[in-house]
Structures are given as structure tokens and as C-alpha cells.
């Protein structure tokens, strides 16, 4: 699903979070949000997601207005950094949940239930582990868990906000290694925040960098790695190696 973002403008108060913001994502594209802390990252991620609603411009999904559509209606799932799993669900629950909750007329049968579940937690590698509980988990596999329960739903876009951040970097690495691969192999649209140069020159078919609630800079990783625009961008980038 394509996401076409206009003339987007958020103002907390009198602070200018985000200013005329214009960006076309392409349908299966992983774009990477990067840009410092209080850059403006989350709040377009938000927006985008339906959790905010900007002062003005819109956001086309697929060439359709979006606003005032709820989340689920927009087909998205979400990936947040301390995006807390159900404390009293089991792994296999916590990843059934979204298909549950459905309106009885779309809710799949118990069978075909179960039968997702365990394909998306073969997908995440956590098949032995569907009985456990949270609390009995790693970080990185409750990450994993969080991204299959994001998943179940089949949205069209996925959005990630910090996903891997609070993860120690080899379970970090793995994880991008496969976001980047579910998007090499499904017709999936992700949009991730993060503040970390080195994981969106890593994973990204895309990088839009921002800077105090403006696009500074966008294009691939080597375009924007090769040939930093401004001296923001330069410093920024300067650090990855
Ligand atoms: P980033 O994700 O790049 O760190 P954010 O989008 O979270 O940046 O925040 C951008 C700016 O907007 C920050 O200065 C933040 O304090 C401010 N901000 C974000 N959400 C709110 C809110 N709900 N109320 C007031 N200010 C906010």
C-alpha cells in the first residue's frame, strides 16, 4: 500500500513539532525515519498510524483519505519499543489476540486461528516457545512476539517505532536481518523510526532525515550516506563508522 503524506503540520502548545511535511512512500518500501531525539520522528509515525491527528495536510493510503479512519480500518500493525505483550496471555494468545477480537462475521475459524498462529511463529523462529508467558521471555524474543502479533492481522503496513532499540546489538542485528527479510519475500509497506544511523543505512530501501520537525535530507542509504546535503546531515553521519 502506498502512503502519500502532504503538507503535514503538528503544533504541541506553541511547539512547532512538525512543519509542512511531503512524502511519498511506495508500496513494499521500508523507510527509515531517522533524525535526533525531539526531531519530530514519533509524532509522524503517529499521525500516520491514526494515534494523532495533524493540524493540517492529509495522508493518502493507496490514493484514499484516510482521515477519520481508525486504525484498524486503515490496516496498519504496530511495532513500539516497549509495546508491552498481555502479562496474563500465553505467547500463542498474545499472537491470536487481533484475529479474536474480531467482529464475529470476519473472526476466523479456532482452527484457521491456530493455523496462523503457528505459521507466524515459525516466521519469527519462537515455534517452541507458544505456552510460555511473557515474563518467562527475553527481550529479544518478546520483540519477536510483538512482531508476529503485528503481523497476524495482515496488515498492509507496518509501522515500528524504536523497534530494536532497548535490544543489546546482536539480537538487534538479527531482528533487522529480518524485517529486511520479510519485506524481500511480502508485499508488506513499513515505515520505522529510530535515531540509530547504522541500523537504517543497514536495512532501508529508503531514509528520510529530519530535523527539527523538517525534512532535511531523503534517499537511499547511499545517496544520503555518499552525499550528505548540509552540515546537520554530515555530522550526523559522521559517526556511523
Ligand atoms: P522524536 O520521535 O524525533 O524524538 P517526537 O515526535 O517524539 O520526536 O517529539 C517532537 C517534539 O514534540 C518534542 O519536542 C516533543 O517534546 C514534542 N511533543 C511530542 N508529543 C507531544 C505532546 N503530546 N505534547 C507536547 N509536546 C509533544
Known sequence: MSIEITSISKTFESFKALSDINLKINTGELVALLGPSGSGKTTLLRIIAGLETADS???MFDGEDNTGKSTQDR?????FQHYALFKHMTVFENIAFGLKVRPSKLRPSKEVIEKKVNELLSLVKM??????????LSGGQRQRIALARALAVEPRVLLLDEPFGALD???RKDLRRWLRKLHDEYPITSVFVTHDQEEALDVADRIVILNQGKIEQMGTPEEV???PTNPFVYNFLGNVN
Not at 490496516?75 to 511495532?79: A, D, L, P, Q, T
Not at 515455534?127 to 518467562?136: C, H, T, V
Open 225 to 227: 550516506y555518499d552525499n
Open 75 to 79: 490496516k496498519v500493525g504496530f511495532v
Open 57 to 59: 495536510g492529509s495522508i
Open 127 to 136: 515455534e517452541e516457545l507458544a505456552k510460555r508467558y511473557p515474563s518467562q
Open 169 to 171: 546489538a546482536k539480537v
